[in-house]
């Protein structure tokens, strides 16, 4: 079985540079990245901690539509 791309520790950043379907599927999952990081930290965040933060929902199903995408 092939390594995952994304994981629980992948920043917002990675996810949205790293697949081409990052940003709708974030946003599907709860996680508005706009137009832009209005707060800059908050592109260095790991999934983790947006879930933990709330600001992102079931991460484990995120991960699998990525990791598919």
Known sequence: MPEARFTADSTIRDVVEGSEAGQRLLFEHGYDVGNGFVDVM?????????ARGGRLRDVPSLLDELNRA
């Open 42 to 50: 908050s592109q260095y965040q790991s999934l983790r901690d947006a």
